[in-house]
């Protein structure tokens, strides 16, 4: 059930990718402490579902189908959101392309692959964060969240697309966090290791053995490993942290 007086009490997320996996628990979670849930997916079914699930449980929830890197679309959906519950107070930028990604090498991936991946996981979160900073600067308070992974912290053979991207993220995190950190918006990157979800069981192949065996603390990661973390960044017990990378992975990449 929500808590009337929990951490997030009074505040507006947004969770994009919110229809599954790491995004759903963030939601449901964010949801349980208080806050209005906007779930931003490209899998408007899906995300209708866990908008429901939420409004069962006593919760608020607003179920938006939007492609993060259709900036038409990013702009519509934050307009609607705006119309509907407010002012955004907290986004997640956890939307990543992973339904057409494959394990191959750096020179066997072709353009569109690399676009694609690019286009959902960096300029997705680029969107988005501009779609949603001019009501934060305005309030003068905003918590970004912006989902990258500790596979930069290592790197990995076949994957040079995604983990560029998520490169990419760390490396927007970092200048947004100096941007927007005058306006009163803290702006934070959370790097998971392989987290035992639907999308990513799919393409890991022996991934999931072999990240347990790396990691300090033995065993498989799942998203609700990660909600703690998110709700400390999008709560005030974080407002004086901003600019950082938090790897959450049970010790196998120590940063």
């Known amino acids: 059930m929500t808590a009337a007086g929990g951490a997030l009490a009074g ?12 995004g759903r628990r963030v939601a449901e979670r964010f949801a349980d402490e208080g806050a209005w849930v ?12 866990v908008a429901d699930s939420i409004l069962r449980n006593g919760g608020r929830a607003l179920a938006i189908r939007t492609d993060v890197a259709d900036a038409e679309g990013v702009d519509r959906m934050a307009e609607r959101t705006r119309r509907n519950v407010g002012t955004v107070d907290i986004l997640v930028n956890n939307a990543a392309d992973m339904a057409g990604l494959r394990r191959q090498p750096f020179d066997r991936i072709t353009e569109a692959e690399w676009d694609r991946t690019m286009a959902v996981n960096v300029k997705g979160m680029w969107l988005m964060v501009k779609a949603v900073a001019g009501g934060m600067r305005e309030a003068g308070y905003g ?3 912006n989902m990258s992974s500790d596979l930069v912290l290592s790197g990995v053979p076949g994957m040079a697309h995604y983990v560029s991207s998520k490169g990419a993220i760390w490396a927007l995190t970092r200048t947004l966090a100096h941007e ?13 290791g392989f987290t035992e979800t639907e999308s990513a069981l799919r393409l890991g192949g022996d991934a999931p053995v072999r990240s347990i065996v790396r ?5 498989a990661e799942t998203p609700d490993d990660l909600t703690g973390t998110m709700l400390y960044l999008a709560s005030a017990d974080s407002d ?4 950082q990378l938090i790897a959450v992975n049970g010790g196998s990449v120590l940063h």
């Not at 505040?11 to 790491?22: K, L, N, P």
């Not at 906007?38 to 579902?49: R, T, Y």
Request: proline letters at 4%; aromatic letters at 2%.
């Open 11 to 22: 505040r507006t997320a947004i969770v994009t990718g919110g229809a599954q996996g790491i």
């Open 38 to 49: 906007v779930i931003a997916d490209i899998q408007g079914d899906l995300a209708h579902e």
């Open 143 to 145: 918590k970004i969240i």
């Open 180 to 192: 927007l950190g005058p306006d009163g918006i803290r702006v934070n990157a959370v790097a998971p």
């Open 215 to 219: 990691r300090a603390i033995r065993r």
């Open 240 to 243: 004086f942290v901003t600019g």
